[in-house]
DNA sequence: GTAACTGCAAAATATTTGCATCCTT
DNA sequence: AAGGATGCAAATATTTTGCAGTTAC
């Protein structure tokens, strides 16, 4: 709850209860969320659109990020360290278990350089690995 | 035109005017594709549900791939060589450009391994990598 | 007190499903 | 002729926008 205040602080957000309550959840959370899983998980019924709200200035201030899906859904997770508003270094791997549906940010594996082709410059580089997890590896 | 009645009939499917025009497309096209692109730039208007299952025909005989991407939607491109039905193979990089906002597939870059934490089995993985494009560098 | 945030209502957009009709084989 | 694909209608779900009331600072 402490460390919840001192990141909305830290990016001078207001304190109110849906980004208190969202941003504990993603704290207390090991995987990456979705939209559904908030509304789910909060006992407090926001109203959806608060939810987008919350979402949507969390991700703009660097607290958050999202994670590519093929399923146009956006899973979003807690950047770890050196993101900042606007210019996100979220460049881990994410890893989804295809047992549990589990989608957990690997914040130590680094996702590598590739090589590409004459006059593409790369920016940023998202890597997503599907497979089966620890929990669920038989 | 006569590649995509090949690759209609190799996958055993029938041929229809939704599924010829759609492939085409696809075939014609350097970059991916996501729904609303394929309403726009077929000169036939099919009906919304058409376009939905005609992708998801598609997707599943391994005939095109989706690519994942942060904005929930979803990206539809063609698979060159290794797809088959059920059980895809596109571990190749896919490239989007910030400035013209094309996503191409960048068949000959392979997608690296990376090393997971212990229980971790990888099975399949995705990179999207962010950049500026080569027709878009100045 | 003021600016910012929330909740409600409603609009806009996207996706899915059922069913009758039409087309491919 | 039979099975499958399409188009339409409608149900569902998702996301966005405007605005009035409330809350944080």
């Known amino acids: 709850m402490k460390e ?37 998980n909060t006992a407090v019924n926001f109203d959806r659109v608060t939810v987008y709200r919350t979402l ?42 295809v047992n549990c549906e589990k989608t957990v940010c690997m914040d130590d594996v680094v996702v590598p350089q590739v090589k590409l082709p004459k006059g593409f410059v790369p920016l940023q580089s998202a890597m997503v690995v599907k497979g089966t997890c620890n929990d669920c590896k038989n």
Do not use: M, W
């Not at 957000?13 to 993603?26: A, C, N, P, V, Y």
């Open 56 to 97: 949507q200035t969390f991700t703009e201030n660097g607290i958050i990020h999202q994670i590519p899906t093929t399923d146009n859904t956006i899973l979003y997770a807690l950047c770890k360290d050196k993101c900042e508003a606007g210019h996100h270094h979220d460049e881990h791997v994410h890893f989804v278990c």
């Open 4 to 40: 919840t205040l001192e990141i909305l602080k830290r990016n001078s957000l207001s304190i109110t209860d849906s980004r208190k309550i969202i941003l504990e959840l993603f704290l207390k959370t090991e995987g990456a969320l979705a939209h559904a899983d908030i509304e789910k």
